[in-house]
């Protein structure tokens, strides 16, 4: 196991995802720090919440999480798919179920490195901005609250990704699903059935009201992770190699 | 003649590709998503409008601003180009294509006319989405048939440079999902540059589409200038690329 994490680390090297997902990061702390520098010369209170981490996270959560998410995991499949290599990779003596617990550890690691990334440069923002005391624990948890809301993006795309030997498939699911989530997330009543507005609505919960919901929204994001995930692991384990 | 033959023979080779599905699907969402949202509030909508508008213009202004078609327009361009382009990358058929007798410019060129035509039907379909929608919600105005037409000839006008730029990356990348990940960085970009610096915007390709409504904006004889400078200039740097090109 601990091999095969390393190989694809190692895979990992040659391509320019980690470059990607950190400029797309990067794009989310432009507009935060612009609107805080908006929020000082108004002099308003709260700059961090109100400005640094409501500007971050209006295009973080609405476009920038569910991109990331779609293109990590898209160009990790396409590493085996283009070359098929997969005939070489499965023909050695390695166990399918762990290569597939690998592709799944390894994508969700630079997911979770993207919201580090972005916890870390929210904290470099506020002190070269000069900001008030930090709520620390606040943001883990807002943080902690948006990776698990947006599991179930990762689920539905790691399995297209999988589950399709074309990279269009999961491009096109990710994307195309992104692109009118800001206008559901408006309605309070419908929000709850697509999972592309989980992550926009925890996140920015001044602005969106959850209804109590909140705990049904983590049970379903969940769920539709581990249930995608092990319908993709027993289609992975049945794949010919051709 | 050749560039004809070569544009046809761009479609036959899509014909059991995903792209068909692709420009039916985008626009059957964003008909959903109208007809939802006209049968949940539409009263609302028309209590809130500013005067003079008719219930079409508000469809459009919906559809283009609410929804973000105008927005999003680029980053399904960047889409269609990368799968173009990458029915040559899996087989690597450029050998085959490229040893033809034909000039490698009319590849390039037909290429871009075969991505423009596929883009301009998307806007098409969802133009027509949204009539669906206003006939099927019984508005009482007529159908406005020239401003809904005149939509579909600007955005169809303003994503030239778009297209181009697309067609340039998308051939100079053997990663199709780099071209796509520009795509979408750029529409993230164009969010705030949209908002934030407005006069940027007018040079900025990936926020021309957002200027077509025709409504809120009417001044776009710059963009339109900007937009067919950048077209050019990007063929010619594809060409200048394109033709340089290793095949093996």
Redesign the interface.
């Known amino acids: 196991m601990k091999v095969l994490l390393q190989v694809e680390l190692y895979k990992l090297k040659r ?2 995802i980690i470059l ?1 997902t950190t ?2 990061t990067l ?2 702390l ?2 935060g720090y ?1 609107f805080a520098k908006m929020g000082i010369e108004e002099k308003a209170d709260e700059v961090f919440r109100g400005f640094l981490y409501q500007g971050s996270m209006a ?1 973080y959560s609405w ?2 999480l569910p ?1 990331i998410i779609t ?1 990590v995991l ?2 990790m499949a ?1 590493m085996e798919h ?1 070359n098929n290599s997969w005939k070489q990779f499965l023909s050695m003596p390695v166990e399918r179920g762990k290569v597939y617990l690998a592709k799944l550890l390894v994508g969700m690691g630079i997911i979770l490195y993207s919201h580090v990334l972005l916890y870390f440069v929210m904290m470099i923002a506020a002190y070269s901005l000069g900001l008030d005391p930090i709520p620390q624990v606040w943001m883990l948890k807002r943080f902690g609250i948006l990776l698990l809301s947006s599991l179930a993006i990762t689920g539905i795309v790691f399995y297209s990704s999988y589950g399709f030997t ?4 999961p ?2 699911i990710g ?2 699903l992104a ?2 989530s ?3 997330a ?2 309070e009543k ?1 929000w709850i059935f697509y999972p592309w507005d989980y992550p926009i609505v925890s996140s920015m919960n001044h602005v969106f009201d959850m209804g109590g919901k909140n705990v049904i929204m983590l049970i379903i994001s969940i769920s539709i992770f581990l249930l995608s995930v092990f319908i993709g692991f027993v289609r992975f384990r049945t794949k010919d190699v051709l | 003649m050749k560039l004809a033959t070569l544009f046809w023979l761009e479609l036959y080779k899509q014909k059991k590709g ?1 792209i068909w599905l ?1 420009l039916l ?2 626009p059957a ?2 008909t959903l ?1 109208m007809f ?2 006209f049968s ?1 509030r539409y009263d609302y909508l028309l209590d809130t409008a500013q005067p003079g508008y008719s219930s079409w213009d508000l469809l459009l202004l919906e559809n283009h601003r ?3 078609w105008g927005m ?1 327009l680029p ?1 399904f361009i960047g ?1 269609i180009y ?2 173009l382009y ?1 029915v040559e990358e ?1 087989q690597n058929s450029w050998k085959q294509i490229l040893c033809l007798p034909v000039r490698r410019e009319s590849v390039y060129f037909s290429k871009f006319l075969v991505g423009l035509s596929l883009s301009a039907v998307l806007i098409l379909l969802n133009m027509l989405g949204l009539v669906l929608v206003g006939w099927i919600m019984g508005f009482p105005e007529k159908v406005e048939w020239s401003s809904y037409f005149s939509y579909v000839g600007k955005q169809i006008l303003m994503i030239l440079a778009i297209s181009s730029i697309h067609n340039w990356l998308s051939s100079i990348f053997k ?4 071209p ?2 520009i795509a ?2 750029g ?3 164009s ?2 540059v949209i908002f ?1 610096f407005s006069e940027g915007a007018k040079l900025y390709p990936y926020a021309f589409t957002f200027f077509t409504d025709g409504l809120v904006y009417n001044e776009i004889t710059e963009v339109i200038r900007n937009n067919f400078i950048l077209m050019i200039l990007f063929l010619g740097i594809g060409m200048w690329q394109f033709k340089r090109k290793d095949i093996l």
């Open positions: 391509t320019k990607i400029i797309l794009l989310a432009y507009q612009d295009v476009l920038v991109l293109i898209a160009m396409r283009s074309h990279f269009g498939v491009m096109v994307a195309g692109f009118p800001m206008f559901v408006n309605s419908y | 995903w692709f699907i985008i969402g964003t998503a939802l949202d949940i609410i929804l973000g999003f980053m889409i990368a799968l990458q899996t990663n199709m999902i780099i796509i990940a979408f960085a529409v993230i970009l969010s705030f934030s």
